[in-house]
C-alpha cells in the first residue's frame, strides 16, 4: 500500500511540474507575442508617418492622385496601391533621367528652373508681369484635374455610346419583327390582290366573249339588214322601172308637154349607202357642183308630177361625181332618182301652187 501511494502521488508531482513547465512556455510566448506586437505596430506607424510626410506629401503638393484607405487598426492608411503609385512615379522619373536628360543637359531642378528662369519667354513674362514657371505648378495641377475629369466624361461617354448602341440593336431588332411583320401583310395582300385579278380576269373573258357573241350577232342583224334594204331597193327599182314604164305609156297616151320638161333634172343618184346615209351622185367640179350645196331628190309619178323624197347636203365634191349625205328622207331614195337644187325645186312648186288656187 505504501509503495502504490508513493507511486501515485511521484505522478501527481510530475504532472504538476509539467503543467507549470508548460505556464510558463506560454507566458513567455505571450510576452514575445506582446513584445512583437507592439514592434510591428511602431514599425507600421513610423513607416505611415514617413510616407505621408514624404510621400504624399510631395503627390499632394503636385496635385498626383495616390490611392489610399480609411485608417485600420493599426492606423495604416497608405496600402499596396499606394506604394505602387509612388513607384510608377519613380519610374516616369527614371525614364526621364534616362532619355529626356541627355537631350536636355539639366542635372537638377535647379538647372531646369535657372534655365527655364534665363529663357527669353520668362523674361518676356516677368516684364508683363506674369507669373514665373515655378507658379506654373498649380495651373498644370488643374490642367491634371481638368484631364482626369475630361477622361471620367470620356468614360461616361463611352457608357452611354454602349447604352445607346444596345438601344440602337434593339430598336433594329424591333425594326427587323416589323419589317418581317410588313412583309407578311404585303404577301398576305399581294395574294388577295393577285386572286382578285384572277377573278376579274375571269370575268373580263367571260364579258369579253359575251361581247364578242353580241358583236357576232349584230354584224348578223346589220348583214340581214344591209340585204333586206338591198333587196327593197332592188324592189323600188323594180317598181320604178315599172312605173316609168307606165309613166311612158300614160304620157305617149295622154299627157302632152308638161311639168318635167319644165323642171329639168340636174343629175341622177348613182349609188346609196344606207348603213351611213350617203349617196353618190352625177356632177362635181366639171358641173359647179359645191360642198353643202343642197339638193332635193325627187322622182316623176305615174300622172308626170315630181314628187319629193327627200334632201341630200354635198360633203365631198370630185371631179365628176360628189358624196351627199341624206339630210331628209320621206321615201326610200334609191339608185336612178332624180335631184335638183332646193332653190330650183322650191321656184317650180310656186306656179303649182298659183294654178292651184282658181280651182279651188
Request: proline fraction near 4%.
Amino acid at each position: 500500500m505504501a509503495a502504490v501511494r508513493r507511486s501515485s502521488e511521484s505522478g501527481y508531482v510530475a504532472g504538476l511540474a509539467v503543467f507549470v513547465v508548460l505556464f510558463f512556455i506560454a507566458l513567455g510566448a505571450a510576452i514575445w507575442s506582446f513584445k512583437e506586437h507592439h514592434t510591428v505596430k511602431s514599425a507600421l506607424v513610423t513607416d505611415q508617418t514617413a510616407f505621408a510626410d514624404t510621400i504624399a506629401k510631395q503627390f499632394t503638393a503636385n496635385g498626383w492622385n495616390l490611392p489610399t484607405q480609411a485608417p485600420s487598426e493599426f492606423g495604416v492608411v497608405y496600402v499596396q496601391e499606394s506604394y505602387n503609385a509612388a513607384a510608377l512615379k519613380l519610374a516616369e522619373a527614371a525614364e526621364y533621367e534616362k532619355v529626356v536628360r541627355p537631350m536636355l543637359g539639366w542635372d537638377s531642378a535647379d538647372g531646369i528652373k535657372a534655365a527655364m528662369a534665363d529663357s527669353p519667354v520668362q523674361k518676356e513674362a516677368v516684364a508683363k508681369g506674369e507669373p514665373p514657371y515655378a507658379e506654373m505648378r498649380t495651373l498644370l495641377a488643374s490642367y491634371e484635374k481638368s484631364h482626369q475629369t475630361l477622361t471620367n466624361q470620356a468614360a461616361d461617354l463611352t457608357k452611354e455610346r454602349a447604352s445607346l448602341t444596345s438601344q440602337l440593336d434593339e430598336t433594329r431588332n424591333e425594326l427587323r419583327a416589323k419589317g418581317e411583320e410588313l412583309n407578311k401583310v404585303k404577301a398576305e395582300m399581294d395574294q388577295t390582290i393577285n386572286n382578285k385579278l384572277t377573278e376579274l380576269n375571269a370575268s373580263f373573258k367571260d364579258l369579253t366573249a359575251k361581247l364578242d357573241q353580241k358583236n357576232t350577232e349584230a354584224v348578223s342583224l346589220q348583214q340581214k339588214y344591209q340585204q333586206e334594204t338591198e333587196g327593197r331597193q332592188k324592189d323600188v327599182a323594180g317598181l320604178k322601172a315599172e312605173v316609168t314604164k307606165w309613166r311612158k305609156m300614160y304620157e305617149d297616151a295622154v299627157a302632152g308637154p308638161g311639168e318635167r320638161e319644165q323642171l329639168g333634172a340636174a343629175g341622177k343618184v348613182i349609188s346609196v349607202q344606207p348603213r351611213h346615209g350617203f349617196v353618190t351622185i352625177e356632177g362635181g367640179k366639171d358641173r359647179g357642183v359645191k360642198e353643202n350645196d343642197v339638193y332635193v331628190v325627187y322622182d316623176i309619178a305615174p300622172g308626170g308630177k315630181p314628187e319629193m323624197k327627200g334632201t341630200i347636203v354635198v360633203g365631198q365634191v370630185n371631179e365628176h361625181t360628189s358624196l351627199a349625205s341624206i339630210s331628209e328622207e320621206k321615201k326610200y331614195i334609191v339608185a336612178g332618182d332624180l335631184f335638183v337644187p332646193q332653190a330650183r325645186w322650191e321656184q317650180f312648186q310656186k306656179p303649182a301652187t298659183a294654178e292651184a288656187r282658181p280651182g279651188s
